[in-house]
Structure formats: C-alpha cells, structure tokens
C-alpha cells in the first residue's frame, strides 16, 4: 500500500506540472507555450500616426539648439539717423535725461572719407538682426530707416522698455582723435530717481559683448577712453532711462585710419555683427 500511494502521488504530480505548463503559469514563471506579461522587454510607446515617441523630442532639441533665442526679445539701437544733419531744430531740442537735459539726438560723427557712422550703424544693426532673428529672437530696432530724424534718445530708451526686452544694445563708433583707436562698450551707473534695477545686468551684458567683440572682430581695446574696453557714464539719457539691460559700443574711432579702414569694409562689418550676436546670445544664454 505504500508503494501504490506514492506512485498515485507522483502521478498526480505530474498531471498537475502538465497543467502547469499547457496554461502558461502563473506570474510569468511557467513555460513557453503562452509568452508572460515581462516575457520581452518593453516597447516604446509610439507617437500619433506611428511613429517613435522619441522623435519628436529629439526634433524639439534641435530646434532649441537651432533657434536658442527663442522668447527672447533684443532691442538694437543704430545711433543717430540719415537725416539729422538737415533738421537741426528738431534734434538740439533738449529733453530730460534723468539728472538733467541733453539734445534730443546729435549727427554724430564719420570717416576722414565720409563714411558717416549713422550709416554705420545702421548696416551693423541690420546685420546684427538678422543673424539674432535666424536664433528665434524677437528683434526691435529703434528706427525704421536711415532717412529719418531721430528718435531722441528718451524714445530710443522708451522703446526698449515698452518692449520689456531681455537685452538693448546701442551700436555706435567714436569721433575721437586720430592718435586713439579700439572699441569700447559703455555701462549705466545708477542715477538718482530712476531705480538704477538693471545696472548689474548691464554689466554683465556689457562684459559678455566686450569680450566677443574683442575675439570676433580682433579690434583691440580702447587706448583712450575706460578700462579694459569698459566706461561707466551716467550722462547719456538712453542709458539713464532704461528699466532693461542695456549698453552701448563704440565699434571703434572713425578717426583713426586703421579703425575706419575696418569699419568701412561690408564684410568686416559682418564680423562686427556676428561678434555683437555672439555676446548677446552669452549673455541670454
């Protein structure tokens, strides 16, 4: 009897692991004749119309890494305008600058060969914008042309703040005498009366151009006017009145031959503006 009830037992053993094994198991651990739930690895999860989920956040990362700017808004500023010369009653009108009064606008300067520096700035400018607008930014240029006059320097402030810009920019070049030459950028220093909140940034925006300007273009820095390309001045108005970051740059001294023979040529300006693009893009980047 005890060797017929343990062969009935083995018999019912087996009859139960045949089971077993033709229902697949329990909790994954049975045979192959019906694949478990965690039999293979995971899939992954297909986007609409069937495609990989993945592909679509790597397309977003390329076009963050194509468009960086993107949200981004950037004021430039083409100092003075084509047509100031003829209207002098309109740009010597003085205006208030925050700590006193200074003419709405002025000519500004040229070339010993008559490259005027609004026309300067006005094509740097333009080149300056399209390059930050091929990165996603919103770009707002303080003039529309290089025929007008003005805007004074408290709307060309204005703009900039109407904006809510992430960073301004003033581009310009100097009238300084001969013997100088190099580029400097200017900052805000706090003025009584007009908060002064976005001193700090300017800073550092204005170190993240001055040290691209100096690798992009090889200008080297100003020999006569800050220190090592930097100046801080409380008297000009479109600095004194900006609640954004905002500096100023003079691209070099007109002037000076060797400056003016730099500043002069197309292509050297689209140094200029690549190298300006490049410190914007630092600063906000």
């Known amino acids: 009897m005890l060797i017929h009830r343990r062969a009935s037992a083995a018999a019912g053993l ?14 994954g651990s049975g045979g192959s004749s019906a694949p478990s739930a965690r039999a293979g690895p995971a899939q992954p999860p297909t986007a609409a119309g069937g495609g990989d ?11 963050d890494d194509a468009t960086p700017l993107r949200g981004k808004v950037v004021v430039i500023d083409p100092g ?10 309109k740009i010597n ?20 060969a008559g490259y005027a520096e609004h026309a300067f700035t006005w094509d740097v400018s333009n080149r300056l914008a399209k390059i930050l607008r091929a990165e996603g930014a919103k770009v707002v240029l303080t003039r529309p042309n290089d025929t007008g006059v003005g805007p004074c320097i408290t709307e060309r402030a204005a703009i900039g703040n109407r904006a809510e810009a992430d960073a301004a920019l003033s581009v310009h070049a100097d009238g300084a005498p001969a013997s100088g030459h190099g ?8 003025v009584k009366g007009q908060g002064g909140g976005m001193v700090p940034a300017s800073r550092r925006l204005g170190r ?5 300007y100096r690798t992009g273009t090889g200008i080297p820095y100003s020999t006569y006017r800050g220190k090592d390309a930097l100046d801080s001045r409380d008297d000009l108005g479109g600095l004194n009145l900006s609640k954004v970051p ?25 140094r200029i503006a690549e190298a300006l693009a490049k410190g914007i ?3 906000l980047t």
Not at 14 to 23: D, G, I, P, Q, W
Not at 53 to 63: I, L, M, V
Not at 80 to 89: E, L
Request: net charge neutral.
């Open 14 to 27: 087996a009859l139960c692991l045949a089971a077993l094994t033709a229902c697949g198991g329990d909790g």
């Open 53 to 63: 989920a993945t592909t679509g956040a790597s397309n977003a990362r390329q076009d």
């Open 80 to 89: 003075h305008n084509g047509g100031n010369a003829k209207n002098p009653s």
């Open 93 to 112: 009108k003085q205006v208030a600058i925050g700590n006193g009064h200074k003419e709405c606008d002025t000519t500004g300067t040229s070339t010993n």
């Open 183 to 190: 580029f400097h950028v200017i900052q805000p220093l706090s």
């Open 208 to 212: 993240a151009i001055r040290d691209a």
């Open 246 to 270: 905002k500096v100023f740059i003079e691209c070099g001294n007109m002037r000076n031959s060797g400056d003016a023979a730099k500043l002069s040529s197309a292509a050297f300006r689209q």
């Open 281 to 283: 893009d630092d600063y």
